[in-house]
């Protein structure tokens, strides 16, 4: 939303925020504050970039219906080859042109378009970055800052001071930007990335730069939608861009100041754009419902909040949704005659133990409304891999519970490090290969079942209940 002001040829200062930015940006156009060139010079080159973007399907659908290449003609092979180079860089041409346009206008003094204007060229200093100063340093020259006279830096120690939280939460508000952005073009373009090595390199990145005076490194959504909309496809993009860039702020600076500042904001819409998918909604709602609230709470968080602070809501709310199903498995039991054969579908720790609890209370009520006598409880462990000493506590007040009213516990499956757990935190206690086994040693001829509960059904009797079907034991 923050280019859309550039389209309107807008040079107020409007707020970053999305409401804000919106409320800014159409009170400027209500009042009038807007100039018809920049408006046909955005508009234009959105439309040429959509169209050059829709028609560059249409080249490549031609190379893929030829049945034979070699026997295309070798002009026709050459004509789409350039028409292949023209759309994909499409970017470059629309900047191209529009800034020779510009350069028209201002050759006859036609002041028609908002241009980028001088920009100062040359290359930032080189040295080891300085951890004290007598001033703060001023984000636009990257170097001390004399204009406020009461600061008075000492050491880093003064520094981290003035940063305070910011020290901390500016980094991870980074590092969680730019995992969400290589993620989202990964799913986007089907290949997958490395967190860890994402990481690795962002920080080297950042250590490298302190000595060039170069601004933090972090991913940038619209730089990257720019990027894959143009048809980068490997890391060697970044060498390019580089050299590019050094090329440019050595010798061709004087030129960008040509560039119509409404023809790069049509570039940033029109790649952004490409990135929404409101098939996603439909999907997740088929899928799993549930799935759609951190992406809604990361949409509203970053139109409301911006970028920074909505990816941070969405993972805080991811996390406690992901802590809630660790505390909540899903517990699925049968009975056959007096006998109760429990499963657990998840992990069984710390969070979860008290649930067991719960869930046993239940089955003890649901066997007395069905006027059935409860003899054994069979605890199949198929799905769980890890316990932790909170378990095996509680798992002994079960067994001593049960023993008072003449119930066995009976463990069935067990995994080798959740057996060896249990052996160190509980002596003796029953143990059996399989289901059929424990079954056999009861003296239970019959292992029909006679009916299945779902553990929802347990809400009904006083306990509370995850959501699941029964998958049979």
Same mark, same amino acid.
């Given at each position: 939303m923050g280019?859309?002001?550039h =389209?309107f ?11 804000k ?8 156009v209500?009042?009038? $504050?807007?100039?018809?060139g920049d408006?046909?010079?955005?508009v ?15 080249? %490549?659908?031609? @190379? ?8 295309v ?19 470059a041409l =629309?900047?191209t042109?529009?800034?020779?346009i ?11 378009? %908002? ?11 080189v ?15 990257l170097?001390?800052c ?7 830096h000492?050491?880093?120690? $003064? ?10 939460s ?15 073009f ?12 994402e990481l690795?390199? =962002?920080?080297?990145?950042?250590i ?12 940038s ?6 990027n894959?909309?143009?048809g ?9 861009? /580089? ?12 030129l960008?100041?040509f560039i119509?500042?409404a ?5 940033i819409i ?8 409101i ?12 799935d759609? =609230?951190?992406l809604?709470v ?7 909040l911006?970028?920074?602070? !909505? ?14 199903l ?8 049968? /009975? ?12 069984l720790?710390?969070?979860?133990i008290s ?8 089955i ?5 409304n069905?006027?059935?006598a409860?003899? %054994? ?5 198929t799905?769980?891999m890890d ?9 002994? @007040?079960?067994? @001593?519970?049960?023993?008072r009213?003449?119930v ?9 490090p ?6 160190a !935190? ?6 059996y290969?399989?289901?059929e ?12 079942? $006679?009916?299945?509960?779902? %553990?929802?059904?347990?809400?009904k ?7 699941? !079907?029964?998958?049979?034991?």
């Amino acid at each position: 939303m923050g280019q859309v002001k550039h =389209i309107f040829g807008i040079k107020q200062h409007v707020p970053r925020p999305f409401i804000k930015c919106v409320n800014g940006t159409f009170s400027e156009v209500f009042h009038g $504050d807007v100039r018809g060139g920049d408006i046909a010079m955005g508009v234009t080159c959105m439309l040429v970039a959509i169209g050059l973007k829709q028609f560059k399907t249409v080249v %490549t659908d031609w @190379d893929k219906q030829d049945k034979d290449p070699a026997a295309v003609p070798r002009r026709v092979r050459v004509s789409r080859k350039l028409l292949w180079f023209v759309t994909t860089g499409r970017n470059a041409l =629309i900047v191209t042109v529009a800034a020779l346009i510009a350069y028209a206008l201002q050759s006859q003094n036609k002041d028609y378009l %908002t241009l980028t204007g001088k920009m100062k060229s040359g290359f930032p200093p080189v040295g080891v970055p300085e951890l004290h100063s007598t001033a703060p340093v001023n984000s636009t020259n990257l170097r001390p800052c004399t204009t406020c006279a009461n600061a008075n830096h000492s050491g880093i120690g $003064d520094i981290m001071t003035d940063f305070g939280v910011g020290a901390i939460s500016v980094p991870l508000i980074g590092l969680l930007e730019l995992v969400a952005i290589a993620q989202a073009f990964a799913r986007q373009n089907n290949y997958v990335i490395d967190p860890n090595q994402e990481l690795f390199a =962002i920080g080297i990145a950042n250590i490298i730069s302190a000595f060039f005076c170069s601004y933090p490194v972090t991913g940038s959504f619209s730089r990257t939608a720019v990027n894959a909309a143009s048809g980068v496809r490997t890391p060697a993009a970044g060498l390019v861009t /580089a050299s590019v860039v050094l090329l440019a702020i050595g010798v061709a600076t004087p030129l960008f100041r040509f560039i119509p500042v409404a023809a790069l904001s049509a570039i940033i819409i029109t790649a952004v754009l490409g990135m929404v998918n409101i098939k996603i909604l439909v999907t997740l709602w088929k899928v799993k419902p549930t799935d759609l =609230i951190p992406l809604i709470v990361a949409f509203a968080g970053t139109l409301f909040l911006g970028i920074e602070y !909505g990816v941070i809501l969405a993972v805080v709310v991811n996390v406690f949704y992901i802590l809630y199903l660790q505390a909540r498995p899903h517990f699925t039991w049968r /009975a056959t005659g007096d006998i109760v054969v429990l499963r657990v579908h998840g992990g069984l720790d710390f969070p979860s133990i008290s649930y067991l609890r719960q869930i046993l209370r239940g089955i003890e009520e649901e066997m007395a409304n069905e006027t059935m006598a409860l003899s %054994t409880v069979i605890f199949d462990w198929t799905c769980v891999m890890d316990v932790d000493y909170t378990v095996v506590l509680t798992l002994q @007040d079960l067994n @001593d519970e049960l023993k008072r009213k003449d119930v066995s516990l009976v463990h069935v499956a067990l995994e080798p490090p959740v057996e060896k757990v249990l052996l160190a !935190g509980i002596p003796h206690f029953q143990s059996y290969a399989t289901v059929e086994e424990a079954h056999s040693r009861m003296h239970v001829v019959n292992l029909t079942s $006679d009916f299945h509960h779902e %553990t929802d059904r347990l809400l009904k009797s006083g306990a509370t209940a995850s959501t699941g !079907g029964d998958d049979g034991l």
